[in-house]
């Protein structure tokens, strides 16, 4: 049985504590820690664990198997590397950094230490990116010709003291909310030939909407993320790909293939695990965050390498997103 430490007990850390407790045979969840006393009490009256103020006392006050990491960015290396070099392996929240010098101090700490780490970049775990993943790297309809990704939402204003809105602890949207399609196009197509970014800003500069072109040989990927939607707007995640021989469409939560003889199908997706939990993140269900969660149990269980979101590919995104965020102009103008 492996215990675990969950440090950050918001949205995030709620959602990663559902996912332990649907894997408590395997895990439990020893220690839990927040800020805010009473939503470390609410995982800690549910799932168990002793209740900590900070991550800092957790980390020094108990021996543990994994410590999940579920902080505001600019607090992530700080805790990890206090992680790593205490002897527990590392689940932590994406993005992974906010710079180079942050990526450089994770590495080193890992190297030295030999514990496992991985990112929660948890679309490589999506199951409809997963299917798309597999379909592209089968060559089951041909190569990439171009491809269309979206991930729009309101304005984050209900995190802890704001801080996505503070580009100096978040990163700005460019870094939080679109690292993410930053990760899975480099997942399913490599590093790309050549990037453009163009932005949109705030009042005071700071950048709401970044649109990428990605150039692959003769393949055009594009990408837009923005946070600066209306309080009602619906969070929206869509790809659209054309392939040499269909077009794959994931938009409203459905994943659509339209052939070239004229004829579409729905694929069959069976989820291994689909429980829904209201825990105030844009997406309710756990399937993807179960996906991931369980991944790494088992490879910390079984002593094997983390293979799907090690921190060196997160490491690779982050250089790729910053990449873009020069292209466009810098965070804040």
Known sequence: MLKVGLIGCGGMGSTHANCYGALKEYVELAAVADLDYEKAKKISDQFGGKIYTTGEELIANEDLDIIDICLPTFLHTKHAVLAMEKGSNV?????????????????????????????????????????????????????????????????????????????????????????????????????????????????????????????????????????????NFPFQMNFRVKLEKATVLYENSTLTVYLENGEKMIPEIQAEFDQDEDVGINISSLGAYYNEIKHFVCCVSDDKPIEIAPLSEAIKSLELDLREIHSAGGVKK
């Not at 010098?101 to 590495?107: R, S, T, V």
């Not at 948890?122 to 979206?150: C, H, M, P, Q």
């Not at 690292?179 to 899975?184: A, L, P």
């Open 91 to 231: 689940f932590l929240e994406k993005p992974v950094c906010l710079n180079m010098d942050e990526a450089k101090l994770l590495l080193d700490t890992q190297k030295k230490t030999g514990v496992k780490m991985q990112i929660g970049q948890v679309i490589r775990f999506w199951d409809e990116y997963v299917w798309l993943k597999n379909a592209v790297d089968a060559g089951t309809y041909g190569k990439v010709v171009s491809g269309v990704f979206t991930r729009l939402s309101p304005n984050p204003r209900w995190s802890w003291e704001n801080w996505y809105n503070n580009p100096d602890r978040s990163g700005s949207m460019a870094l939080d909310l679109h690292i993410h399609d930053v990760d899975f196009i480099r997942f399913l197509m490599g590093e790309p030939d050549d990037i453009s970014s163009l932005a949109t800003r705030s009042a005071d500069g700071v950048i709401q909407q970044l649109f990428t072109t990605y150039q692959y040989g003769d393949a055009v990927i594009t990408s837009e993320g923005c946070w600066d939607y209306p309080d």
